[in-house]
């Protein structure tokens, strides 16, 4: 069985300040990762996945992930922030041992607030 | 290429009434998911679709909530004798038949008001 946490609840930070989102996983096969980000009243929109190659990920709007084996974390930071950012933010892990589709597992989400 | 469908975008019902939610894929997409989020809630998986077939239904409520997605038309997602404890936002999702690191698509998702 696979799970996610994301530690914080909720983040605030100055526009133009970096932003770290942080998530850590658990899973017993090699996981898909992810990161969506839904603004209010809006549906999901996928930042960035982590598919196995590249343990740095660079996704859109500036933002990018780790994947980080040893501490099984992916966190989600971005060098600036701006007023747009401001959302929820999903971490999101997939178990994929024989390649077939599976359901999406996710974390209870980080409120992103930036303050002007 | 059009995204995810689903209507209605928002949906009011009585309690006691039924709601019927529906979703079309991606073009090309084989593959519909289900799931619900509850007031300041993550998304939860609730069910699995290839057409015409149930592949997993482990998060779906035992009572009142049916899936079907058929050989033609759209997946529906059913729930009958609606309470107030169903309000909530249901987001259907699509992948392909072999989805690349199982990323799937999101559809702007149904919102429920049980009054």
């Known amino acids: 069985a696979q799970s996610v946490t994301q530690l914080d609840s909720h983040v605030s930070v100055s526009e133009g300040t970096p932003v770290l989102l942080r998530c850590n996983y658990s899973?017993?096969?090699?996981?898909?990762l992810f990161w969506y980000v839904q603004h209010p009243n809006k549906g999901l929109q996928l930042l960035l996945k982590?598919?196995?190659?590249?343990?740095l990920v660079k996704g859109i709007n500036g933002f990018e992930a780790e994947f980080k084996k040893s501490e099984t974390s992916f966190h989600l930071t971005k060098p600036s922030a701006h007023m747009s950012d401001a959302a929820e933010y999903f971490c999101?892990?997939?178990?994929?041992?024989?390649?077939?589709?599976?359901?999406?597992?996710f974390g209870t989400g980080t409120r992103l607030t930036i303050i002007p | 290429n059009a995204g995810v469908m689903q209507n209605p975008r928002h949906l009011v019902r009585r309690r006691g009434q039924e709601a019927r939610l529906r979703c079309s894929p991606m073009?090309?997409?084989?593959?519909v998911y289900w799931y619900r989020q509850l007031p300041e809630e993550g998304l939860k998986f609730m069910v699995y679709?290839?057409?015409?077939?149930?592949?997993?239904e482990s998060g779906m409520p035992k009572e009142r909530f049916s899936a079907e997605f058929p050989k033609e038309g759209p997946s529906i997602l059913r729930i009958q004798q609606v309470v107030r404890g169903d309000s909530a936002a249901y987001f259907c999702?699509?992948?392909?038949?072999?989805?690349?690191?199982?990323?799937?698509?999101f559809g702007p998702g149904t919102r429920l008001t049980v009054l």
């Open positions: 679709l290839q057409k015409e077939n149930i592949i997993d």
């Open positions: 899973s017993s096969y090699s996981p898909s």
């Open positions: 982590y598919t196995s190659a590249a343990t």
């Open positions: 999702a699509s992948s392909p038949l072999y989805a690349a690191n199982n990323e799937q698509f």
């Open positions: 073009k090309g997409h084989s593959h």
């Open positions: 999101v892990v997939s178990v994929d041992p024989n390649f077939g589709n599976e359901k999406l597992t």
